[in-house]
């Protein structure tokens, strides 16, 4: 099985925080982990994902969210046209994963009927459940059903050998992380199924969450694709991955880090092969 290459491309930050936004019944006093807002590239010679879109400008400036590059724009540097991309792997459908959907004219969506159904059903008569969501996001989506642009996933799903779809739910009524194989193994993109390595690591529940039960047993998930292994599950919105990951390049430090290469790897070492 030939292994993807796998980066994560930081393309906005949120913060200052307190621990009390960012586990359920933590300290609202107490200064909490930044957010860093990621989308993911998994790259082969004969395929390419993008996995999640990011939010626009317009979206990002109405929510306060410091946006540092537009992720349509920040794929072009790994060599990627926005314009090209064939397959777009959306984990859910809030504003920070499925925003600027049109900047990818010839993608076709990777979706769980769950979140679709989610997204567009009764639940978003509620406005707590709703508020994660741009509504003219998901009718854009709609409109890509009906142009036979989506495709659907029902829980599990492979979509080719070395990547895999695995609707955990919790966070939102269909949320999905992905599973790729790559040199270290596999390696699961949790996506907002973990928004911080403490969420997961601590069994400790994000706030912004639809069912604790779904996203307490998403943890176990997480930790079984991983076979195991922390190492190999990534955080949806946590700085410390850029730390942690060493950068393709010195140009991309700050911006891309490599999820293919061991944590811990340094940035020097990296550039220096
Ligand atoms: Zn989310
Ligand atoms: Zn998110």
Same mark, same amino acid.
Do not use: Q
């Given at each position: 099985m030939q292994p993807f290459e796998l980066f994560a491309i930081r393309y906005a930050r949120n913060g200052p925080r307190t621990t009390g936004q960012n586990i359920i019944g933590g300290d609202i006093h107490e200064t909490g982990s930044d957010l860093d807002f990621f989308?993911?590239?998994?790259?082969?010679?004969?395929?390419?994902?993008?996995?999640?879109?990011?939010?626009?400008?317009?979206?990002?400036?109405?929510?306060?969210?410091? #946006?540092?590059?537009?992720?349509? $724009?920040?794929?072009?540097? =790994?060599?990627?046209? !926005?314009?090209?991309?064939?397959?777009?792997? #959306?984990?859910?459908?809030?504003? $920070?994963?499925?925003?600027? =959907?049109?900047?990818? !004219?010839?993608?076709?969506?990777h979706i769980q009927d769950s979140e679709m159904a989610y997204a567009t059903g009764r639940c978003m008569c509620s406005r707590l459940l709703r508020r994660g969501y741009e509504v003219e996001d998901v009718v854009h989506l709609v409109r890509?059903?009906?142009?036979?642009?989506?495709?659907?996933?029902?829980e599990n799903a492979e979509i080719t050998s070395g990547l895999s779809l695995h609707r955990v739910g919790g966070h939102t009524g269909g949320s999905q992380v992905v599973r790729i194989w790559t040199e270290r193994g596999w390696v699961v993109l949790a996506s907002d199924a973990s928004h911080?390595?403490?969420?997961?690591?601590?069994?400790?529940?994000?706030p912004s969450v639809y069912r604790v039960d779904e996203m307490m047993e998403g943890y176990a998930t997480l930790h079984r694709l991983a076979e195991g292994s922390w190492d190999h599950v990534i955080p949806g919105h946590d700085p410390l991955v850029m730390q942690l990951y060493p950068a393709p390049s010195r140009e991309l430090e700050g911006i891309v880090a490599r999820l293919d290469e061991p944590p811990g790897a340094r940035p020097s070492a990296r550039s220096a092969t």
């Open positions: 989308v993911w590239v998994a790259k082969r010679s004969d395929r390419v994902f993008l996995i999640d879109t990011g939010m626009s400008e317009e979206t990002a400036r109405r929510r306060r969210d410091e #946006l540092i590059r537009v992720p349509a $724009d920040a794929v072009k540097l =790994l060599d990627i046209d !926005p314009t090209k991309i064939e397959d777009i792997i #959306l984990t859910h459908l809030h504003y $920070d994963h499925a925003g600027t =959907l049109s900047r990818y !004219p010839n993608a076709r969506f890509c059903v009906h142009a036979d642009k989506v495709a659907f996933a029902d911080l390595y403490a969420n997961v690591r601590n069994h400790a529940p994000f």
